[in-house]
């Protein structure tokens, strides 16, 4: 360690509430602040004067007691700046990666678009997880078909530590099973090849022992009364294909047409003369008695959102929000409606208005409505989203050929490319992440293919052509809405650095991340679980902070916490607005 030489200047601010003697301290090679504490009295005065202390003194007046690690420090400690002479629970709490980031490269070139990750057996340790948030994962997946419940309780621990260790504000999105159709898991085998012309025996029949050879298991017990001789069986939206030959009893028997690849659990749906069958299996319950249980689970463990699996209407929705809100009160667990089934697109709008996200679940999609619609209607419901103030997560085989192979095909990078154009909130990562041998080279393509194509954007000045309809539904929420719609225009027309946004419930964030702006938004907040819903939302940087009512101290005590921090610097041009005052501050960084 290096002796002490160097002086500690205290920014001190009027509005400073808490002088409670403890204070925080950073040194930009620390990912976290260290805490120093003194006596109050001896804070006081210096406060008061405003002054600088030397700490080269082995007796300096610092009693210092605390750093990150455990440690004691003291008068030879590494040279330090003091930021904040207030109390520890007040700094501002930003992850490394972002903070690194915008040191090294500025904070205008920061990634907009954000990434989830899902996760499974390839990416469910403590540290591969941690490898996927410094590689930008901004929101973990576990998906309930799949694992146990240990398992995922073991996966929502590791990103809750990794969150509190390290910085991170990674959300958690717990994604339901549904009623859907699939096989069943195959006896244990990672995977059975079908080949063409051969006959398979899909049943309903509750098999004790294993299964015999070429036989798969269905979990609808209605599906051998619904489907008939002559129909297409689809796996995992046409992967595989059959023909119905036979039906006997439960058994019902198919001819390979298309061969490929079974994986456990695919999902099936039969079609006949060329439109998906909807017999008794459209009477289904959208959330099922596991999938409650499973929504029992996660509002228990605290998740940040729950994905509900073929939605149908916006009625379902509402039943679980009040569910959720019956179940705890002040739950902030938010709901996404997945659109992946005929009835989601009819029912769009109403779902997309009653939904916290959306998600465009592009696999399942792709097997209820014929694959050449599918860029369409993810264009449609991006937009939609985006008009409705909705966030939206464009998901499904986006690079699903490095599930086995390091690089991405070209195509791969042009429908990614595509879905940052759109300017979806998020991108999604299912099997690349959770099996694939390469999640994390998948996450750094989703990464840098976003980076380019934001800039590319940006440079080409290109217009943005889209009317965003007013969405207020009281007087209060218009004037939110104007002001954050005038802050977002302002801040193109006069190339400002950063929109600053001082938000409890997030909601002027996002308002602002709906005109998605040249420039970066910097959204503070008060709340860690606000500041997680926050990571889905395009182009917001979250930051956790405490502040009051006075904007004024909130500005000058922000400039100082990332000054400090090297986050921003002086004469930097910066829009603030806040939900505590109504209006727009235009200002450059002292
Ligand atoms: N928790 C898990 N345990 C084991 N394998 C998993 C797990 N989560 C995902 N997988 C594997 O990753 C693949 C892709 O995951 P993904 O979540 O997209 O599932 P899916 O089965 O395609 O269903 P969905 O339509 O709900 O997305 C799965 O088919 C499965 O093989
Ligand atoms: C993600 C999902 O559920 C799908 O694409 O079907
Ligand atoms: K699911
Ligand atoms: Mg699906």
Request: net charge negative.
């Amino acid at each position: 360690m290096a002796t002490m030489s160097q002086s500690i200047n205290f920014f001190t601010s009027s509005s400073s509430s808490s002088r409670s003697g403890t204070f925080a301290v950073s040194k930009p090679s620390y990912s976290k602040p260290y805490v120093f504490k003194m006596n109050p009295r001896i804070l006081e005065k210096f406060v008061k004067r405003s002054m600088s202390v030397s700490c080269s003194d082995p007796d300096s007046p610092l009693p210092v007691l605390v750093s990150d690690n455990g440690t004691s420090g003291g008068a030879g400690v590494e040279s330090v700046n003091v930021w904040s002479p207030i109390a520890e629970s007040s700094t501002i709490e930003v992850d490394a990666v972002t903070e690194a980031e915008m040191k090294e490269n500025g904070f205008r070139s920061t990634r907009r678009t954000k990434l989830v990750c899902t996760i499974g057996p390839a990416t469910c340790g403590f540290e591969q997880l941690e490898a996927l948030a410094v590689g930008g994962m901004n929101v973990a997946r576990i998906n309930m078909c799949h694992g146990t419940r240990e398992w995922h309780r073991s996966v929502i621990e590791r990103v809750r530590r990794l969150n509190e260790e390290k910085g991170f504000a990674v959300a958690i999105m717990m994604d339901t099973e549904g009623s859907e159709i699939h096989m069943g898991d195959l006896g244990g085998a990672p995977s059975a090849k079908a080949e063409d012309g051969e006959v398979w025996t899909f049943t309903v029949r509750a098999l004790e022992s294993s299964l015999p050879e070429r036989t798969i298991h269905v979990n609808y017990d209605g599906f051998a009364e619904d489907v008939k001789v002559g129909d297409e069986l689809l796996v995992d939206g046409g992967m595989v294909r059959f023909e119905v030959i036979e039906k006997i009893g439960p058994d019902v028997k198919c001819r390979c047409t298309d061969p490929g690849l079974l994986l456990p659990r695919a999902n099936l749906t039969s079609w006949r003369d060329g439109s998906l069958v909807r017999e008794r299996n459209a009477m289904l319950p959208t959330i099922s008695s596991k999938d409650w249980l499973d929504i029992d689970f996660g509002i228990a463990e605290g998740v940040d959102f729950i994905a509900i699996s073929f939605v149908k209407s916006a009625e379902v929705i509402n039943h679980l929000k009040s569910y959720i809100k019956a179940r705890s009160r002040d739950s902030d667990v938010a709901v996404i409606a997945k659109i992946e089934s005929i009835d989601s697109l009819k029912n769009l709008e109403e779902i997309i208005q009653a939904s916290d996200g959306v998600m465009v679940a592009r696999g399942d999609l792709g097997a209820q409505i014929p694959l050449e619609q599918v860029p369409s209607a993810q264009q449609k419901i991006v937009q939609m989203c985006r008009q409705l103030n909705t966030p939206v997560i464009v998901a499904s085989q986006l690079l699903e050929s490095m599930i086995e192979y390091p690089t991405p095909t070209r195509a791969e990078v042009a429908d990614v490319s595509e879905a940052v154009r759109q300017r979806a909130d998020a991108l999604m990562l299912s099997g690349e992440s959770a099996m694939g041998q390469y999640p994390e080279k998948a996450l750094a393509v989703l990464r840098s293919v976003s980076l380019r194509i934001e800039r590319w954007w940006r440079e080409e000045k290109r217009p943005e052509g889209m009317e965003l309809p007013d969405i207020a539904s009281s007087f209060a929420d218009s004037i939110s809405e104007e002001i954050c719609n005038s802050a977002a225009k302002m801040a193109n027309n006069l190339m400002v650095d950063a929109l600053f946004v001082y938000t409890k419930t997030g909601h002027m964030a996002s308002l602002l991340s709906r005109s998605r702006p040249d420039c970066p938004i910097f959204a503070f907040t008060t709340m860690a679980s606000v500041r997680r819903h926050l990571n889905l939302q395009w182009g917001l940087i979250p930051f956790r902070l405490n502040f009051s009512d006075d904007m004024e101290s909130n500005l000058n005590r922000t400039f100082s916490l990332l000054k400090a921090r090297g986050m921003i610097k002086s004469g930097d041009l910066v829009i603030a607005v806040s939900d505590m005052l109504q209006s727009i501050q235009v200002m450059n960084v002292p």
